[in-house]
């Protein structure tokens, strides 16, 4: 039975362009090999639609060996959406779309399987100002529940106008709660 490999996020973004830039000369070789390269829509910020790739993969694959978590917004630094707004879209998207791709395709992960989520140097917890935030960001004994009130707790601040004291990037906030 054939590897099963999923990217999200090839779009747009640095997917895009690395699918762009190397997508024909990776295809011609992976096909050289015998391999086969398969596109399917998928919506991370939509559950019905990470519902029905799941199902795709189940019954077209029988299981997943590698997760590539690639999908993920963020606002350029001009961006006139206020800033309330940028962190629920962004913490929707990057952590709980995420996050609820992970509980749907997790159950399809062969043993071997292996799961990378893509980040980026502000996606570091020093970002996180507040030190009690921060800890219990580390806590080993941190669950998925609290980790997503966490950051429901960030969408709130910003909310509210009094992110500053924790973490002034939406992006950021979400990446670390990826990790």
Known sequence: MSK????????????FALNKELGEKAVKEL??????VAFHQLDID???SIDKFAKHLKEKHQGLDL???????AYKMADSTPFNEQAKNTIRINFTGTLN?????FPLLKSHARVVNVSSRIGML?????????????SESLSV??????????VELARLGKNES?????????KVGEV
Request: net charge positive; aromatic share 4%; hydrophobic share 45%.
């Open 4 to 15: 099963v490999a999923v990217v999200t996020g090839s779009n747009k973004g640095i997917g």
């Open 31 to 36: 096909e050289a090999e015998g391999l086969k």
């Open 46 to 48: 939509n559950q019905e």
């Open 67 to 73: 997760l590539v978590n690639n999908a993920a917004i």
């Open 101 to 105: 791709l992970c509980k749907a395709l």
């Open 126 to 138: 020093k970002i996180v100002k507040d030190a009690e935030f921060r800890n219990k960001l580390i």
């Open 145 to 154: 529940n609290e980790l997503a009130g966490l950051m429901a707790h960030f």
């Open 166 to 174: 924790l973490c002034s990037s939406a992006y950021g906030m979400s």
